[in-house]
């Protein structure tokens, strides 16, 4: 199970059932709120109605045996084992439908949750889905979010094999991943060894970057209007005021669909797990593994504490790719925090025998360690960078 990050730290200003998303998003955005507009309601249709247009969307997958209909759905399990990991997320908390349109909404959700699964070295057989949906939600909302679901399951050759619907003041989504280690043993966290290499799979920092590129673009829009507002019989101009801050300068200035910044807003709407590497590095004998859904210090984090164990980064080793550091240049950001700690790319990070022949997508970032550092006190497990302890680093949690 992994726990995504939140959309904003503040949602008194994400847009709710009650007061839909506008059509528009933030200025420059690309990704409208599609679904959010005028139609029929889910309550227009009734909650069987909405079970069936939902499900005429999603087809069955090899592995779903008996799929929405009956009491349960049967998935077939040639191991014998099945690999199960679930998530939860809420609009205004994980999502925010100005920022994402139900489609991007039904692939993310899907991605966090299919990357738990391969992250075990397993292949994804099937999702099982909960949806609370207020009475005014637009039934196009609820079909774009399953189509996401759909294509995103098609990446892996899973599908959706069933689910329930509730009423909700506002969005809540529960997905449920199954999973078949086709006779593997699972990759855990707690199997970590001294003289491991750490190796890295997929990208990090591009989701944290099209999160912080959002945030930027929502405060100087905020800005830009509540100065609009109190300059009335002034010459202020909006962009930069800082009358609504209190003598601090807005955000700077950005625009999402800039070729630039455009690729790292997607990535955050839509994580790109590295979804073959995960079976690939299993049978290439990964001794550890984790998904990186909270950052890369604090789930490397999980795998040193598993299995007690001292890790080092190497930041020589970690690629920062070049757009990255421009959107970081212009917020004022560091680029290699990003990587180091931003979440919701759903990149792998794995520790393997010197000598593994790695496949091809797989870096190597830094080592664990065979004995613990001189000046780690009584602590067996930890992650450092360059040597130095990065103790202080905790990463996303829900209730900190």
Known sequence: MS???PDTDDTADVPTADAP?????????????????????VADLGEFG??????????AGPDVLLGPGDDAAVVASAD????ITTDLLLEGRHFRRDWSSAYDVGRKAAAQNLSDVVAMGARPTALVVGLGAPRSLPIAWA???ADGLRDECELVGASVAGGDIS???TIVLGITALGDLAGRAPVRRDTARGGDLVVLAGRLGWAQAGLALLRATTATTATTGAASATATGTAATATGSTAATGGTAAAPAVRLDDPEYAELVAAHRRPQPPYPLGPQLAAAGAHAMCDVSDGLLADLGHIAAASSVWVDLDTALIPVPARIS?????LGADPLGWVLTGGDDHALVACVAPGTELPAGCTVIGRVLNERPADAGTRDHGVLVNGRDQHDQPGWDHFA
């Open 50 to 59: 909405l079970i069936r247009a939902i499900t005429r969307r999603l087809p």
């Open 326 to 330: 421009t959107a970081a240049a212009a």
């Open 167 to 169: 009423s909700s003041d």
């Open 3 to 5: 726990t995504s990050r």
């Open 21 to 41: 998303a506008p059509d528009t998003a933030a200025p420059g955005t690309t990704a409208t709120a599609t679904g959010d507009g005028s139609g029929p309601t």
């Open 80 to 83: 014998g084992r099945v690999v």
């Open 143 to 145: 079909e774009q979010f």
